[in-house]
């Protein structure tokens, strides 16, 4: 069983700065890449940011120059994080945590995903 647990949203004013997190945690063998998506309230889910297993990143257009994502490996805990600079209101939505992991077959697994205001 996997687990994908996202921390680190809230409200936060434009021009600020947030880190989010999520830790996978279970039965993997591996994983191919791991991302970030968002869902703003209307709007369909997108992809935010994403690193492949050999360490490339891609961005959405949106928040390049703004986010970073990076990843570490910790023992049983594989880690994703999106720090995010210069926040908008337009980044304003639930931020999910999305990886595509191997354990007995390859899936893909969300976390129940963090809200993000960004309000003055």
């Known amino acids: 069983q996997v687990q994908l647990v996202e921390s680190g949203g809230g409200l936060v004013q434009p021009g600020g700065s947030l880190r989010l997190s999520c830790a996978a945690s279970?039965?993997?063998?591996?994983?191919?890449?791991m991302g970030w998506y968002r869902q703003a309230p209307g709007k369909q889910r997108e992809l935010v940011a994403i690193?492949?297993?050999?360490?490339?990143?891609?961005?959405a257009d949106s928040v390049k120059g703004r986010f970073t994502i990076s990843r570490d490996n910790a023992k049983n805990t594989v880690y994703l994080y999106l720090q995010m600079d210069s926040l908008k209101p337009e980044d304003t939505a639930v931020y999910y945590c999305?990886?595509?992991?191997?354990?007995?077959?390859?899936?893909?697994?969300w976390g129940k995903g963090t809200l993000i205001t960004v309000s003055s």
């Open positions: 999305n990886a595509r992991i191997v354990t007995t077959g390859a899936m893909d697994y």
């Open positions: 279970g039965s993997i063998f591996n994983i191919y890449w």
């Open positions: 690193i492949i297993s050999g360490g490339n990143t891609n961005y």
